[in-house]
């Protein structure tokens, strides 16, 4: 049984480019939650999708970043204009129909992003 | 009102020894309470979870106190083992908050 896959693993970028982290959930879940984990710093939240739809992107910075979870094909979160501060890892996880009361949350390995 | 506070930042115990993570919420809405465990390299797990209806919940040397009227829940390790030398972060959620809320985590070294 694959689990929650995301990739790249590693993505160097110099400043300006744009950066595309892929995730694919556990099969059958619907849920798909985005965290940011910078160095000594917990997970923080960034958004959540279900399938063609964003249900909250609170976490998620007003500029140059935007996530999609397509009705085919792997959930996206995408880094435009990346600058030095993007440098982090980036984790997906998924969930059969939420977190908390409903399901457990599955992570990634997640996807490490350094912005030169 | 949506953080989650973590003690301490990090934590060395000796092989045997008990080690122990606090965490504070704010949020009386919050009622669930995961505890996740994550190894350098790797995605967050899920080790064990409460919910505020119990105290305590014990699974093998993991166990889970809570105070709701305090607002505080925390991880103990019994017999802490090197291999459980990990990053624990706590997590809650509940109420009108659709999304797990972590905690800032501990880094334990267990020493052997």
């Known amino acids: 049984n694959a689990g929650v896959m995301q990739n790249p693993r590693h993505l160097v970028r110099r400043r300006g480019q744009e950066a595309r982290l892929r995730c694919s959930p556990v099969?059958?879940?619907?849920?798909v939650y985005w965290y940011r984990q910078l160095p000594e710093e917990g997970l923080k939240f960034m958004v959540y999708?279900?399938?063609?739809?964003?249900?909250?992107e609170s976490g998620m910075p007003k500029e140059r970043f935007s996530a999609e979870f397509p009705k085919e094909g792997p959930s996206i979160l995408r880094i435009q204009q990346v600058v030095r501060g993007d440098s982090a890892a980036y984790f997906c996880?998924?969930?059969?129909?939420?977190?908390?009361?409903?399901?457990?949350?599955?992570f990634g390995e997640g996807s490490r992003l350094t912005v030169l | 009102q949506q953080q989650v506070k973590q003690s301490p930042q990090s934590l060395i115990v000796q092989k045997g020894g008990i080690s122990i993570i606090n965490c504070a919420y704010e949020?009386?809405?919050?009622?669930?309470f995961p505890w996740y465990q994550q190894f350098p390299g790797k995605g967050p797990a899920l080790l064990i979870a409460?919910?505020?209806?119990?105290s305590e919940k014990k699974e093998g040397r993991f166990t889970i106190s809570f105070n709701k009227s305090a607002k505080q829940f925390s991880l103990h390790i019994m017999d802490s083992q090197p291999g459980d030398s990990a990053t624990y972060f706590c997590?809650?959620?509940?109420?009108?908050?659709?999304?797990?809320?972590f905690g800032t985590g501990t880094l334990l070294a267990v020493q052997p």
């Open positions: 996880a998924s969930s059969k129909s939420g977190t908390g009361s409903t399901g457990e949350l599955f």
């Open positions: 099969k059958g879940h619907s849920h």
């Open positions: 999708l279900q399938k063609e739809n964003i249900i909250d």
């Open positions: 949020n009386t809405a919050f009622d669930y």
């Open positions: 409460i919910r505020p209806d119990v």
């Open positions: 997590a809650a959620e509940g109420g009108a908050t659709n999304k797990l809320i």
